[in-house]
């Protein structure tokens, strides 16, 4: 029996219980409180909030301290805490569990960012084996009882893969579950996700949940993830932008039903409108709001028939009042263009070689230097 004639278990993660087995990835300057609620507000899953610099946290930056809420709404409260000095991630999980600001929290290991890898951070830290063991040990203890999660790539290249050993690490540290986008950093988000290396981390790791990244940009391929690879849960990313009705589909399709959304120019528009609104109450000003969701018109309005006035007049938008103007104009009747809304969202680029440290890969052990300047490479600020 297929994951289609089916409904799937509710995902587990420590003592959380995801009814729909469905995480929203972390997306710089995109996930935060507005998006998420947005999200929430159509389907089921765990949404997590941008990636958080552990250094920042710790210093308590404006910026950081504002991206850590989370609305009365919005349970459990998930945070990815990004980081390469391992007490400086536990002491930042330290302050989130000690202060009541999360419910989850997930270490990143798979940014393949050029500012973060070079500093041997993101996708680039696992290959230091005594690093990764050291950071995740310090952080799932730091935690308690709050569960700690990984999510991760297949490593730095297609010579240099990581993804077994740190799932095995991570387990025996105590992790709630792993994560891999199937990629590696150097692929960064171009060709196809390599879904077989989900098969193999499943297969490998069996005793906590495996979650699958790349490539679901629909309810059938989260499906298909599923079914091909036997993953326990997928993790969407540039699927859902512009889309949030995304994860109604996801939910309906994991409770075994057979719905899909087909939103008209007029949904799609109170989506927008939505969206709009809850950025303005997120930064708590109506121009630095809109300002922001003009980064989405081009993923919602996808394929829709809206002229290129209203397009580039949303994209210059600073009121509610100019976006209902705008969205005024539209015919609100107009059907879902089908095809031409289907398929990858975001930008894939190309694949390019890693920024990494100097002699990075000459051992998967760090040395007494590079320990020394782990502090320092922390970033000081968050959302990369």
Known sequence: MTMTQAAAAPLRIGPIQVDAPVVLAPMAG??????????????????????????????RTPESMRLIRHHESETPRSIQLYGVEPNTVAEAATILVGEDRADHIDLNFGCPVPKVTRKGGGAALPWKLDLFRDLVTKTVAAAGDVPVTVKMRKGIDGDHLTYLDAAKIARDAGVASVALHARTANEHYSGQADWSAIATLKETVTDIPVLGNGDIWSAADALRMVDETGCDGVVVGRGCLGRPWLFGDLAAAFRGEDLRAAPSLGDVAVAFRRHAELLVEFFESEEHGCRDV??????????????????????????????????????????????????PRGRAGHAKRTALPDRWLESRDVDAEFRKVLAAAEMHHSGG
């Open 30 to 59: 995109i996930t935060n409180m507005a998006y998420r609620r947005l999200c929430r507000e159509y389907g089921a899953g765990l949404y997590v909030c941008e990636m958080i610099t552990s250094r920042a946290l710790v210093e």
């Open 294 to 343: 003009r980064k989405h018109v081009a993923w919602y309005f996808k394929g829709y028939p809206i002229g290129g006035e209203v397009r580039s007049g949303l994209a210059m938008a600073s009121s509610l009042q100019e976006i209902d103007d705008l969205l005024g104009k539209l015919d609100w009747s107009a059907p879902y263009p089908g095809a031409d809304v289907e398929g």
